[in-house]
Nanobody, 115 residues
Framework: QVQLVESGGGLVQPGGSLRLSCAASGFTFNRYVMRWYRQTPGKERELVAQISSGGGTTVYAESIKGRATISRDNAENTVYLQMNSLKPEDTAVYYC????????WGQGTQVTVSS
């Protein structure tokens, strides 16, 4: 079955960087668009970034554009989110997503940006 496992979150100071990873299994990874979302308590889940199946097309939320890079390794069935110049408002649980007949989500990884 489809599984998405995120990792790489943690506590980082403002201005710092983190690289999130999402290991995927249970589907033909290189055929599917992948996304990163984030959510804070009391708010709806927000799309952060999207990458096409081949990796050639990316889309970013305005809130993170210029500070993040989504990438994928189709040989390793993994999608990444490199985030730089982190701000306190980037604090959230970050989720990996894929649609394979239905929505699938990972368990999330917490990112906390605080001094």
């Amino acid at each position: 079955q489809v599984q998405l496992v995120e990792s790489g979150g943690g506590l980082v100071q403002p201005g710092g960087s983190l690289r999130l990873s999402c290991a995927a299994s249970g589907f033909t990874f290189n055929r599917y668009v992948m996304r990163w979302y984030r959510q804070t308590p009391g708010k709806e889940r927000e799309l952060v970034a999207q990458i096409s199946s081949g990796g050639g097309t990316t889309v970013y939320a305005e809130s993170i554009k210029g500070r993040a890079t989504i990438s994928r390794d189709n040989a390793e069935n993994t999608v990444y989110l490199q985030m730089n110049s982190l701000k306190p408002e980037d604090t959230a649980v970050y989720y990996c997503w894929v649609y394979v007949s239905r929505d699938y989500w990972g368990q999330g990884t917490q990112v906390t940006v605080s001094s």
